[in-house]
């Protein structure tokens, strides 16, 4: 029964430092990445393509690079 009872012990630590690791990066990525998202969906203009304030032209173009799907007419 003693036995039982460490395996038992021994699985509810792993699944709490698997939820701990889990629950940090997610925390992590919300923190380093959210920022950035929230800018540019608020900078959004009417021209997708134009350059919003708090960017240059060059950033701007940039980060149409990483969403061709969204900004595919922007960037020929």
């Not at 009872?5 to 990525?29: G, H, P, R």
């Not at 900078?43 to 061709?68: F, I, V």
Request: charged content about 15%; hydrophobic content about 40%; glycine content about 4%.
């Amino acid at each position: 029964m003693k036995k039982m009872n460490e395996k038992i012990i021994f699985y509810i630590m792993i699944i709490a430092a698997v939820a701990i690791v889990v629950v940090s990066l997610l925390l992590f990525a919300n923190s380093r990445y959210g920022a950035n998202y929230s800018k540019a969906i608020s900078s959004e203009l009417a021209d997708k393509c134009a350059t919003p304030p708090g960017y240059t032209d060059q950033q701007w173009r940039e980060h149409m690079s990483h969403h061709p799907d969204q900004y595919a007419g922007c960037l020929t």
